[in-house]
Antibody, heavy 122, light 108 residues
Framework: QVDLQESGPGLVKPSETLSLTCSVS??????????WGWIRQSPGKGLEWIATFHHSGDTYYVPSLKSRVTISVDTSRNEISLRLTSVTASDTAVYFCARQLFLGPINWFDPWGQGTFVTVSS | SYVLTQPPSVSVAPGKTATIACGGNNIESLSVHWYQQRPGQAPVLVIH???DRHSGIPERFSGSNSGSTATLTINRVEAGDEADYYC???????????FGGGTKLTVL
C-alpha cells in the first residue's frame, strides 16, 4: 500500500519561504512508472494543481506560481519537496502531495496524502 | 489556459441518479478523471480515463465524455455519496494540470 505524508511549518510569515515535504512509503519515487505532484486547496475553495516532478526529471508548474515555486525530490529519503517563496495570505491553504500517473495526456493523481494546512500570517 | 466548468451544486434524493457535468472546449479529446472529497478529507480518485472505475469504487459510479462535456453519474445515490466532486485533465498542449471548480453533491 502506497502512503504519502506531508509535513510543514503550519505557520509562515508574509514574504518568507514555505517549505513542505512529502514522505512516501510503499513505493519508490525513483520508479519510472509514476511521477509526483503537489496540489493545494484554499479554505472553502477548490483544488489547484501546483507542480509535478516527472520521473524523467522534468518539472511542470502552474503559470501563476511558476516564478515562486520549486518542486524537487530526495531519492535517498524517498521524499518530494515543495518550496514557495515570497508567500502572501493568498497562499494560505491545505497542501496535498499525490502520486501521479503520467502517460502523456493520460494523467491522474492517486493516492493523495492527507494534506498539511499552512497559514500565512504575521 | 484550459478551463473546466462544473456546476457549484447538485442535489438528489436517496436512491435516485445524480449527474455531475464537467464542461471544457473539445473535452472529448482529453482524458478526464474524477475525484470525491468528503469534508475534512483528501480527494479520492473514483473514475480515471473518462470511464474507468478506480479500484474499490462501487459500480454505481460511472463516467462518460463526449463533445464538450464529461459526466460523472452516480446511480442509486446513498447518503455516504454526499461530497465534493472534481473533474481533472492534463492539458498536454501546455503540460499543465487542470481541475474543475468542484461540485457539491447534496443528498436530500
Amino acid at each position: 500500500q502506497v502512503d504519502l505524508q506531508e509535513s510543514g511549518p503550519g505557520l509562515v510569515k508574509p514574504s518568507e519561504t514555505l517549505s513542505l515535504t512529502c514522505s512516501v512509503s510503499g513505493a519508490s519515487i525513483k520508479s519510472e512508472s509514476h511521477s509526483w505532484g503537489w496540489i493545494r486547496q484554499s479554505p472553502g475553495k477548490g483544488l489547484e494543481w501546483i507542480a509535478t516532478f516527472h520521473h524523467s526529471g522534468d518539472t511542470y508548474y502552474v503559470p501563476s506560481l511558476k516564478s515562486r515555486v520549486t518542486i524537487s525530490v530526495d531519492t535517498s529519503r524517498n521524499e518530494i519537496s515543495l518550496r514557495l517563496t515570497s508567500v502572501t495570505a493568498s497562499d494560505t491553504a491545505v497542501y496535498f502531495c499525490a502520486r501521479q500517473l503520467f502517460l502523456g495526456p493520460i494523467n491522474w493523481f492517486d493516492p493523495w496524502g492527507q494534506g498539511t494546512f499552512v497559514t500565512v500570517s504575521s | 489556459s484550459y478551463v473546466l466548468t462544473q456546476p457549484p451544486s447538485v442535489s438528489v434524493a436517496p436512491g435516485k441518479t445524480a449527474t455531475i457535468a464537467c464542461g471544457g472546449n473539445n473535452i472529448e479529446s482529453l482524458s478526464v478523471h474524477w475525484y470525491q472529497q468528503r469534508p475534512g478529507q483528501a480527494p479520492v480518485l473514483v473514475i480515471h480515463s473518462d470511464s474507468d472505475r478506480h479500484s474499490g469504487i462501487p459500480e454505481r459510479f460511472s463516467g462518460s465524455n463526449s463533445g464538450s462535456t464529461a459526466t460523472l453519474t452516480i446511480n442509486r445515490v446513498e447518503a455516504g455519496d454526499e461530497a465534493d466532486y472534481y473533474c481533472q485533465v492534463w492539458d498536454s498542449s501546455s503540460d499543465l494540470g487542470v481541475f474543475g471548480g468542484g461540485t457539491k453533491l447534496t443528498v436530500l
